[in-house]
């Protein structure tokens, strides 16, 4: 079974926190992916990564970057938090670079940041 | 601009009912499509892709590639079908791009 872990459900920060949100797959995926879900909006794409070292900008980059040192695991980082990034973030991984490739989702960390 | 529409936010049917849930697409070529679920305080899931022609928990879901739609249906709904429901089609590379979602509520 796909296990993909996120660091913490709940977050609370203060507007111009460094966030760090950590995400871990054990089934030595090649992709990962960070969403935000909003209501009214569904998932937005932050950015994804293909391999160890590489990163892609997804649709709504702006604010955000990431890191992957390890092909495991893949953070996000918001370097000095807003009030408009509170919401729920949602990691996800998938084996292939195919477009039919499942991704699997982890249980997502809803921020808030006052 | 690459877009995916989820018409209805919610739609609540009783139990025994079908149940249509739609999406409409607008790309470029053609998109592998997916639909995913989320049932309360569960993660987010595959339901079922275009490409399986698959059905799964009777649920189907037809491409009409003419009217670039890929509604999500169910002859009969049941309480347990209640969640959040997203279409999501693969752009390339992986690339998913989500709807908007709808809620479906079945009520006994």
């Known amino acids: 079974d796909v296990k993909v872990t996120q660091s913490s459900r709940y977050l609370v920060k203060r507007t111009g926190e460094k966030v760090f949100l950590e995400c871990v797959q054990d089934?030595?995926?090649?992709?990962m992916f960070w969403y935000r879900q909003d209501p009214g909006l569904g998932l937005r794409l932050i950015y994804f990564?293909?391999?160890?070292?590489?990163?892609e900008k997804g649709d709504i980059p702006e604010g955000y970057s990431v890191s992957r040192e390890k092909k495991e695991r893949f953070s996000l980082i918001l370097e000095s938090a807003s009030t408009n990034q509170t919401s729920m973030y949602l990691c996800?991984?998938?084996?292939?670079?195919?477009?039919?490739?499942?991704?699997?989702f982890g249980p997502g960390t809803r921020l808030t940041v006052l | 601009a690459q877009r995916v529409t989820q018409p209805e936010k919610l739609l609540s049917v009783f139990k025994g009912a079908p149940v249509e849930l739609k999406c409409n697409y607008s790309?470029?070529?053609?998109?592998?499509l997916f639909w995913y679920v989320q049932y309360s305080r569960q993660r987010l899931q595959l339901l079922l892709r275009?490409?399986s022609r698959e059905s799964i928990k009777g649920f189907t879901a037809d491409l009409n590639k003419g009217e670039t739609s890929f509604h999500l249906k169910k002859p009969f709904a049941q309480e347990e079908d209640s969640a959040m429901y997203y279409c999501?089609?693969?752009?390339?590379?992986?690339?998913?791009?989500f709807g908007t979602g709808t809620r479906l509520l079945v009520s006994p």
């Open positions: 996800a991984s998938s084996l292939f670079r195919t477009s039919a490739d499942t991704q699997y």
């Open positions: 089934m030595d995926h090649e992709n």
């Open positions: 990564s293909y391999d160890v070292k590489m990163k």
């Open positions: 790309y470029s070529g053609s998109p592998e």
């Open positions: 275009h490409i």
């Open positions: 999501a089609p693969n752009t390339g590379f992986q690339k998913l791009v």
